[in-house]
């Protein structure tokens, strides 16, 4: 009986070493397939049906109807190829479903990843370069180069490369309410910063605050609450990240801009929630103005439901000019794709980015086109017309400021947020940032 | 037959061991011990396969990666760290570990002095019977059989400090409003109140089942000699319910410090890191920061946690029913 125990013991230990060691390798299974740079060209032909899965986050409303008719009109167009869209609810479960998927060997074809993401991915090799597609090192720069500057700059990782592809950009804008800004008698919304809290302030009474914001937390990512203070420190002359990903969160420029909102809300101008709180309290005419991206607009007009005017406008301007934060997660494709998959996401890529497409898709969301070349097609012709807004602040695209690809910046956004709270909260603005200066330097050390 | 076999077996063991009676004792007992037969085995094999595969190995696999820096994308290019993970756990900040640690009992020690003291005072209403209570246990256990997530997004809405319920109500009976969880100070007070709304239910039905296996000749004797309600209640309820009063705290304690959905859902965690317990922790590192080597070694703490709160259990609750 010893015996026989002692071999049931052996056989359970060996089980489990099995599955322990079956779990790592599974986790390293997708890397093994690895880019294949040398893919010629000639592989870019479909011979053959393919379908390639993408990982997506537009579930719902306008967005939804959008990408599943322009996937329809991709289908048509490339009979041999089939696209299967996974969506997810934001991009907190996109990230851990395609790190999951990764992790089991399952990794999606394409997938939608900030640039932070791309980074981390890139270093673990799971995503190929743009270029290594079968196909793309022949138009790749040609594509590329009709994007606004903005944009291609964002779709390089540190190493000069080009990992991502561009796909929806987003601006910063501001949705006021018209009827408040005529009955508080604001002629014209405000051009610079300073005017801007002189009008919040002047418009918050009888339940109306003037704006209200989402700090952000680790739960919901990046949302406008911490880009407006990047966006106000960038417009005082100092962003908070320098172009390595160094953070300056100490620096006069964002100290004053957490000031600023601090002042706000000590003035009864500012509130904070979540979950898109200043749509909320802006259809509620319950708030002057609501910051947010450009990609929101039919979620505000939505939430206005036509019981006021909607007044659109770009950003005021700090000490050292007007500055825009450009949001919209970019497209990676991953490693463990086959060529014909590869092949086959490269022409998806081409047809998401050409100017056909970007047009309809802007007309239908209210994101911005990546080329300047889809404002002269016509289905974007009667957007224009609606919304002039947008041909005056697209070439923003040009210079926006974006978060620095390396992947401490997810948490350094989080300390960020953390410290809004914590300012708004009655910590001293200076004290609230140099705790996140401090946990950000080690999460950069840390990489 | 098969009872004869490994009786037989048992009977070897025991002269293998040199014959004691301990050892005849225990072969005698397994040939009656249906687990220890091969159709036990069998039986059990599923069930044990599956906690195996989902409890047992993923908590060794998390002491494991514990020690490393982890890169789950890409495990081969993990590298080791030995204690690192344990050692930065008290000095990382924004949260800080301590920070964290702090959070989880502020809200595990709330939630077992009011969900225990609030859900006693139920059952003992509760017990009393009649239509109106009869209809009030549903109502009470209600909260609880209802998914936390949706309750939790719900209870956002109730909490929103422009619009929300709550502030309508203190608004309207002329009283101060509340940030709720926008509010550094009150964050984790409102998570606490909504717990205990949809976790009251569970620990009142306990202790309404505790209530009814106590012996009432100890109470009616206490009547005759005069004793109070009160007196009745802390000389001779009180203590016969020892043992269920135990289990709760215990269960309540355990559940407590694995809470996480209403965190996520109501606070995020925030803000200033107001509501980040170490379960949220363990999520933000692994999920949102992928830092998944931290998390393991957080995980691992918790889990140390929740095992020395299951021990005390074990040493200190008898079984239920056995001191009536």
Redesign the interface.
Known sequence: MHSRYRRAAAIASAAVATVLATAACAGGGSSSSSASPSASANAAAISKPVTISFDEVYSSGTLKTALQSAVTAFEKANPKITVDLTTYASYGPLLTAETAQVAAGKAPTIGQAYESWAEKFASSKVIVPISSLPGASSTMSTDLSTFYTGVQNDLKLPDGQVWMWPFDKSLQVLFYNADLLKADGITSTPATWTQFAADLKSASKNGVVGITIDPGNATEGVTSGEEWLEELAASNGTPVYTSNGTPQFTSPAVVSAMEYLVNLKKEGALATGSNYPGETALGAKKGLVDLSSSAGYYYEQQSVGGKFPLTTTVLPAGSTGSVDEMAGANLVVFASATTEQKAAAWKFLQYLSGPVEQAAWSAATGYYPVTSQALTEPSMASYLKQNPWVTSTITELNNAIVDPPYAWVTQCGIDLSTAISAALSGTSASSALSTAQSACTTAKSNG | MIGTTTGA?GS??AQ?GGGSKRARRAGRSRTRDFRYTKKGWLYSGPAVLIF??FVI?PT??TF?MSLWNW???????SVYKGLGNYRELLT????GFLQTLWNSLYFTGAMVIAGTAISLCLALLLQRGGTTMNASRVAIYLPNATPLIATSLIW?WIY????GLANWVLHSLHLPTS?W?????TSMPAVILFSLWHEVGFTTIIFLGGLTIINDEYSEAARVDGAGPWQEFWHIIWPQLRPVTSFVVVITTILSLQSFTQF??L???????ATTTLS?LV??ES?????TGYAAALAVVLFLITVFFSLVRWRTTPDIGITS
């Open positions: 077996a070897a063991r293998q195996g595969a190995i060794f696999y494991y890169n789950v994308l890409n495990p081969s290019l990382a900040s924004d949260p956002a929103n400090p422009q619009f940030p969880v926008e509010g550094q100070a996520y859902q606070s995020g965690g925030g803000p200033n890191n949220y999520y933000e999920q949102v920061l992928q830092n």
